[in-house]
């Protein structure tokens, strides 16, 4: 009989969520990379699922061009070459990427629109970074649900203040997740700010570019016009469909996005990891699209150590390109930081 096969996934990250596999379909997939030509009651069988459910998760594999099916009775199942299959895949959400960049500009166009006409009583006008700062504060303190939030600059609160008010919330056991924008991470220890507040519960990814910066609170939502540099005004739109549709906009985005793999270090081991990164993070790095400049910048080295890293980790992989080692970075697990011991 085949035995299981186990599903990696340190700290609750899977990969290959982000191309839009799902949890038991990704558990059988791997399942059929280490046990192939397998019929269906076998992979029940070895994974303890009802037939049926293995069925429609197979059939979704199939559709992903993730599993083949050989014409045999009963038919056998045969996993995909992940290399080929899962870069299919993301440049199919590279595709999806741009529809979301597409529906952000009509989404912009409402903006203006409904600010131009003044006729919306859901959308507030706020002017000067202490009354944006202030609300945005309030907002935090008062969620009731989930906070998600795109962030790129500029900056209205100090980031000690932001941190403190998100912990405040996650210790209330409310759900914090942040898209940020290479832009962010461009500033000098803005990974080191992500990480501490990922460390007390806040889920993070990375992406190359936001159309918009935006802070969704329940049924609120917070837009820095941001309209020219130095533009220090902001709308907060109340329970509306806008606020729907920043919230969709929110999710797509939260789908192209990279995931944050964060490993736990010592305080102070920071500054001493020169060179010394783990994997997992150089390869977060390298799959979010982050040029070496800024990757040298966030972890404290010089731009030739970034090189050779990289360098390495290609060679490791056996990439000819940045993007193609982000995808087999991801399909070998190397974005999943190492298990707590």
Known sequence: ???????????????????????????????LLDQPTSTLSEVATDLALPVSRVRRAITGLENMGLVSAAPTRPRCYTAASPQVALEALVHHQLEQLSAVRAAAEQLQERFHATVGARAFEAVELLTGPEA?????????????????????????????????????????????????????????????????????????????ELPLK????????????????????????????????????????????????????????????????????IATLLA??????????????????VARRVGALMDRLGAQTRFQAGVRAATQGLLDPPPVA
């Not at 290959?16 to 059988?28: H, W």
């Not at 000098?188 to 889920?203: D, F, K, Y």
């Not at 985005?253 to 270090?265: G, I, Y």
Request: charged residues 20%; proline residues 7%.
């Open 288 to 305: 979010s699209g982050l040029p070496d400049k800024v990757i040298a910048r966030q972890l404290g080295v010089s731009l030739r150590t």
């Open 1 to 31: 009989m085949h035995q299981p096969a186990a599903l990696d996934e340190p700290n609750g990250h899977r990969p290959l969520a982000t191309v839009g596999v799902d949890q038991l379909a990704e558990r059988i997939y791997r399942h």
């Open 132 to 208: 944006i700062g202030q609300h945005f504060t309030q907002m935090e303190q008062t969620a009731q649900r989930e906070i998600a939030v795109l962030d790129r600059p500029p900056y209205f609160l100090p980031a000690v203040l932001n941190q403190r008010v998100e912990a405040h919330a996650l210790r209330r056991g409310i759900p914090v997740r942040g898209v940020y924008a290479h832009q962010a991470l461009e500033l000098p220890g803005r990974l080191e700010q992500i990480r501490t507040s990922a460390r007390v519960g806040e889920q993070a990814r990375l992406i190359a």
């Open 214 to 281: 935006v802070a969704l609170v329940d049924d609120s939502a917070l837009v820095p016009l941001l309209a020219h540099p130095g533009d220090e005004r902001a709308l907060v739109i109340h329970r509306s469909a806008l606020v729907a549709g920043l919230y969709l906009l929110f999710e797509l985005l939260w789908e192209q996005a990279t995931p944050l793999s964060l490993v736990d270090e010592p305080a102070g081991a920071a500054a001493g990891r020169a060179g010394d990164a783990p994997d997992c993070e």
